[in-house]
């Protein structure tokens, strides 16, 4: 099982930026997509951004893209998120996320259907 160790999280004001870490642990298989969600108090968890290992495909929120980049370390057992011109609305756990892609689909639905291993998660606020 992949163990997912997460730190970056912090407090910052409205136009600041932070930058997530992630790296992942005890993989077996070299087509691994990572992704950071995130969940603010009373709303569902949403989607912020993936990336497939194998390949640096990316994807993101429609709503984040231009503000948030996914990335990762060339051992491609690491992932980053740098979130740049923060607002209050940013204000969330943000959480580390890693499966197996075994198909461009499993990327493409940010790994819905698989079988999906989670970070401790790490608080971000934002004050304005």
């Known amino acids: 099982q992949v163990e997912l160790v997460e730190s970056g999280g912090g407090s910052v004001q409205a136009g600041g930026s932070l930058r997530l870490s992630c790296t992942a642990s005890?993989?077996?298989?070299?087509?691994?997509?990572m992704a950071w969600f995130r969940q603010a108090p009373g709303k569902e968890r949403e989607g912020v951004a993936v990336i497939y290992t194998g390949g640096g495909n990316t994807l993101y929120a429609d709503s984040l893209k231009g503000r948030f980049t996914i990335s990762q370390a060339n051992a491609k057992n690491s992932a980053y998120l740098q979130m740049t011109n923060l607002q209050p609305e940013d204000t969330a756990m943000y959480y580390c996320a890693a499966w197996t892609c075994y198909s461009d689909s499993s990327f493409r639905s940010w790994g819905k259907y698989d079988d999906i291993n989670w970070g401790q998660g790490t608080q971000v606020t934002v004050s304005s």
């Open positions: 005890r993989y077996t298989h070299s087509s691994l997509c």
